[in-house]
């Protein structure tokens, strides 16, 4: 398959990813009953009723009302308006949105510059203490539920300690925790990964011929080895990246982190249904680009996987 | 024969063995990478499966805790001191008995209700575990008779089925469930039924791997050929073949499932007050976290020694029984 088909296939999996969900929504909301009395307050009249449904077009036959709905999200992003703060849905979420990257980065960051190393190094010495400890690290790393190491890490570092703040984003310094929080997963596979690639690698018989011509280990690990290493490693750091985004509801209730996570759990109390539904169809776009931008950096380093 | 026993006698006198090298060892050796093996390297194989066979450690380990836990929430009403849900103001925050100020009559100190917390962690217990095991079961109950449609089928509703669940899997689960629970309403069956179908996928992708390849298998054509319905076949030839994977990958998905339930009842979207939940207690616990730590730590211990049991327990269950399915670690 040529790349430029490949990429075309991904792209059509991608919109039909988002059209599923957008269906999904658009009719969760019609079959769970009236939406306008699910958006108005218990103490709404008939008249504000009557009101908001000619308002939502909520009068008009469904399937006017899918076509609507659907073109309106896809090509306005336009999502209703905020039951709470009286400003478009799509301008509230947008608002949170630099936290979430932020904090998101930060960990897609430290996921990286930790586990990577920590994953050579354990391969490198592989069957000694270090070893041991790096891998039992990364065991407990990846069975912690993130909101529980946020927790003790507030109550130790931040509480007992003293040493770091931990509620809210209002200097860097509030960034350390909850970044940590939402990287330790990252960062236990991405070591338990990188460790298990190179051991893959070190028995294949260009690193005999690497050892043989006369290069250090030092120069073979890092000429040879590495490379080879690389390939599911950046796979896996594109689907971590992801997750990252997706998955940082609980760590940014924990810290209170301004995001769009905590925006979409504060709005399902506040019933602001417009505003979760916005976060919800905004999280799956975002994910549904990095899912393809992956795959097709993907396709285009490793040829052999356009054909699977 | 003369012929053969040259061949293996000089393939044999080429390994590391006959060389007197130690022996690299390899967890899961490629057999397309490796020339015929020789008699040493067959006798070693063997010996290896039999070393994997044995049941080690860590399996022993995370099977007496499993084993603990179940019981712990089989027998919590004779084991639980209190009840769960009975509130006693004067005793608000008492700290663990080993601190000043606790006492024996609440192990592992009260909470802002003045509820005994080893109570509420014990009844907690039976609620991961019912979540927990009826969502693996739905999802794979679910995920195996999708994935053996789409494998047998094929045609438009296997592809419709797998494109369902690669759209599912495109997508972060835990946004699509507080979606879900935002039209709702949080609230125990949603919260299985959400569980349950976050692990559809896994289940299908394998089954219909699996069916695609038993498919061309001989024993399968034979059935076929003899006049085996449908059916028949899937019932009585290939499902059975699939019991091992599936179990497998339920044990993997049964830790993820907890985790889920955990993570949705610690935002307030999962087990509503007031029934104990590991995840709710960790919740409600944290404001009051700078007085009585005990409240949010305890459960936070349980949810994690469970799921390091069950991963453990579910990673060893894989490789003794089915190594194929290394990569479908969750």
Partial sequence: MSLSAFVLRRVVRGIFTLWLVVTVVFFALRLSGDPATLLLSDSATADDVARLREQLGLNQPLPVQYATFFSRVLLGADFGQSLQRRAPAGAVVAERIPATLTLALAAFALTILVGIPAGIAAAVR???????????????????????????LVLVVGLWLRWLPTSGDATWAHLILPALTLSAYGIASMARLTRSALLDVVRKDYMRTAHAKGLSERAAISRHALRNAAIPVVTVMGIQLGHLLGGAVATEIVFAW????????????????????????????V??????LVDVAYGWLDPKIRYT | MAADRVAVDRLAADTPVARGEPVPVTRRPHATEQPAPSLEQVAQLVARRRRTLRIPGVAWASAALLLAIVLAAIFAPALAPQSPYEQSLLDRLTPPAWQPGGTWARPLGADDLGRDVLSRLLYGSRISLLVGFSAALIGMVLGTSLGLLAGYLGGVVGDTIMLLADAQLALPFLVLAIGAIAVVGPSLGLLIVLAGISGWTSYARVTRGMVLSLSEQEFVVAARAVGASTTRLLVRHIAPNLV????????????????????????GLGVQPPDPSWGSMLGAGREYLNTAWWISVFPGLALMVTILAVSLGGDWLRDALDPTLAHERL
């Fill in chain 1, 126 to 152: 592989r069957n000694t203490p270090l070893d041991r400890l790096a891998m039992t690290g990364a065991l407990l790393g990846q069975v912690t539920p993130n909101f529980f190491l946020g927790i003790v």
């Fill in chain 1, 287 to 292: 994910y549904v680009a990095i899912n393809l």
């Fill in chain 1, 258 to 285: 301004p995001g769009v996570g905590r925006l979409a759990v504060q709005s399902i109390f506040l019933r602001d249904y417009p505003v979760v539904q916005a976060v919800v169809l905004t999280i799956a776009g």
């Fill in chain 2, 244 to 267: 091992a994977t599936v179990v497998v990958l339920a044990t993997l998905q049964l830790a993820s499932v907890i985790l889920l339930e955990s993570t949705l009842s610690f935002l």
